[in-house]
Protein backbone atom coordinates (compact mmCIF):
# COMPACT_ATOMS: atom_id res chain seq x y z
CA UNK A 1 0.00 0.00 0.00
CA UNK A 2 1.26 3.38 -0.91
CA UNK A 3 1.56 6.54 1.27
CA UNK A 4 -1.64 7.70 2.38
CA UNK A 5 -2.07 11.63 1.11
CA UNK A 6 -4.83 14.02 1.61
CA UNK A 7 -6.81 16.87 -0.22
CA UNK A 8 -4.62 19.38 -0.52
CA UNK A 9 -6.63 23.16 -2.03
CA UNK A 10 -3.32 25.68 -2.05
CA UNK A 11 -6.33 28.46 -1.88
CA UNK A 12 -6.73 27.75 1.74
CA UNK A 13 -2.60 29.04 1.97
CA UNK A 14 -3.24 32.21 -0.06
CA UNK A 15 -2.66 35.02 2.29
CA UNK A 16 -2.22 37.79 0.11
CA UNK A 17 -1.46 38.79 -3.40
CA UNK A 18 1.73 37.62 -3.46
CA UNK A 19 1.29 34.40 -2.68
CA UNK A 20 -1.09 34.55 -5.61
CA UNK A 21 1.53 35.69 -7.80
CA UNK A 22 4.01 33.16 -6.98
CA UNK A 23 2.39 30.14 -7.36
CA UNK A 24 0.90 31.78 -10.81
CA UNK A 25 4.48 31.89 -11.65
CA UNK A 26 5.51 28.41 -10.43
CA UNK A 27 2.74 27.32 -13.13
CA UNK A 28 3.55 29.40 -15.95
CA UNK A 29 7.56 28.84 -15.43
CA UNK A 30 6.45 24.82 -14.96
CA UNK A 31 4.86 24.75 -18.50
CA UNK A 32 2.01 22.19 -17.56
CA UNK A 33 -1.34 23.15 -18.39
CA UNK A 34 -2.88 20.95 -15.83
CA UNK A 35 -0.71 23.16 -12.98
CA UNK A 36 -1.70 26.39 -14.73
CA UNK A 37 -5.57 25.72 -14.79
CA UNK A 38 -5.30 24.50 -11.10
CA UNK A 39 -3.18 27.80 -10.17
CA UNK A 40 -5.91 30.03 -11.85
CA UNK A 41 -8.61 28.29 -10.04
CA UNK A 42 -7.02 28.05 -6.68
CA UNK A 43 -6.66 32.22 -7.00
CA UNK A 44 -10.29 32.44 -8.51
CA UNK A 45 -11.75 30.17 -5.32
CA UNK A 46 -9.68 32.02 -2.90
CA UNK A 47 -10.67 35.46 -4.38
CA UNK A 48 -14.46 34.24 -4.80
CA UNK A 49 -14.60 33.98 -8.13
CA UNK A 50 -16.91 31.04 -9.13
CA UNK A 51 -17.82 31.94 -12.63
CA UNK A 52 -14.05 31.82 -13.38
CA UNK A 53 -13.43 28.74 -11.41
CA UNK A 54 -16.80 26.90 -13.14
CA UNK A 55 -15.83 27.74 -16.89
CA UNK A 56 -12.10 26.43 -15.99
CA UNK A 57 -13.58 23.10 -14.57
CA UNK A 58 -16.14 23.08 -17.37
CA UNK A 59 -13.38 23.27 -20.03
CA UNK A 60 -11.38 21.00 -18.44
CA UNK A 61 -14.00 18.39 -18.14
CA UNK A 62 -15.29 18.85 -21.94
CA UNK A 63 -11.27 18.63 -23.09
CA UNK A 64 -10.37 15.93 -20.79
CA UNK A 65 -7.33 13.60 -22.73
CA UNK A 66 -6.56 16.47 -24.65
CA UNK A 67 -4.56 18.73 -22.81
CA UNK A 68 -7.16 20.95 -20.67
CA UNK A 69 -9.07 23.88 -21.59
CA UNK A 70 -8.15 25.76 -24.53
CA UNK A 71 -5.80 28.87 -24.41
CA UNK A 72 -8.47 30.94 -25.25
CA UNK A 73 -9.70 30.24 -21.86
CA UNK A 74 -6.71 30.69 -19.77
CA UNK A 75 -5.78 33.80 -21.95
CA UNK A 76 -9.29 35.63 -20.61
CA UNK A 77 -8.75 34.54 -16.47
CA UNK A 78 -5.57 35.48 -16.29
CA UNK A 79 -6.79 39.41 -17.07
CA UNK A 80 -9.95 38.56 -14.89
CA UNK A 81 -7.82 38.08 -12.30
CA UNK A 82 -5.66 41.42 -12.71
CA UNK A 83 -2.65 39.64 -13.96
CA UNK A 84 -1.13 40.38 -17.50
CA UNK A 85 1.22 37.62 -19.19
CA UNK A 86 4.31 38.80 -20.82
CA UNK A 87 6.79 37.23 -22.74
CA UNK A 88 11.03 37.24 -21.93
CA UNK A 89 13.99 35.36 -23.83
CA UNK A 90 14.89 32.21 -22.06
Known sequence: MGPMTLPYDPAEDMTDRSA?????EEAFASGNSNFIVVAISAVSRERGLTPIVETLSSAARDEHGSGGPELSIVLAAVPALGYKLSLSLA
Open 20 to 24: EEELL
